[in-house]
């Protein structure tokens, strides 16, 4: 079991910056990837960024250059650097770690404003 608490959401202006934090506790040395969902009103649950136990990234399009996904393994935690926000940004952003089982945290609201 894993379990995952995510931090660090809020309400910022369009072209500011906020840093996600999760933290993993339970069985995290059986972690393959941990990474970010998010998911905006009336629309489907989307890929953000993940990174691998080997530290491979993997991010989606719309985040690229603008969002950075990094780990510190020795406090177990996953960090999304979010910079230059868009409105298109706003979204629960979710935790996620796979282990051949897939987990995820509570959510946390970004809001975006212009």
């Known amino acids: 079991q894993v379990q995952l608490v995510e931090s660090g959401g809020g309400l910022v202006q369009a072209g500011g910056s906020l840093r996600l934090s999760c933290a993993a506790s339970g069985s995290t040395f059986s972690i393959k990837t941990i990474g970010w969902y998010r998911q905006a009103p009336g629309k489907q649950r989307e890929l953000v960024a993940v990174?691998?136990?080997?530290?491979?990234?993997n991010y989606a399009d719309s985040v690229k250059g603008r969002f950075t996904i990094s780990r510190d393994n020795a406090k177990n935690t996953v960090y999304l650097q979010m910079n230059s926000l868009k409105l298109e940004d706003t979204a629960v952003y979710y935790c996620?770690?796979?282990?051949?089982?897939?987990?995820w945290g509570q959510g946390t609201q970004v809001t975006v404003s212009s």
């Open positions: 990174i691998s136990s080997g530290g491979s990234t």
């Open positions: 996620n770690a796979w282990t051949f089982k897939s987990y």
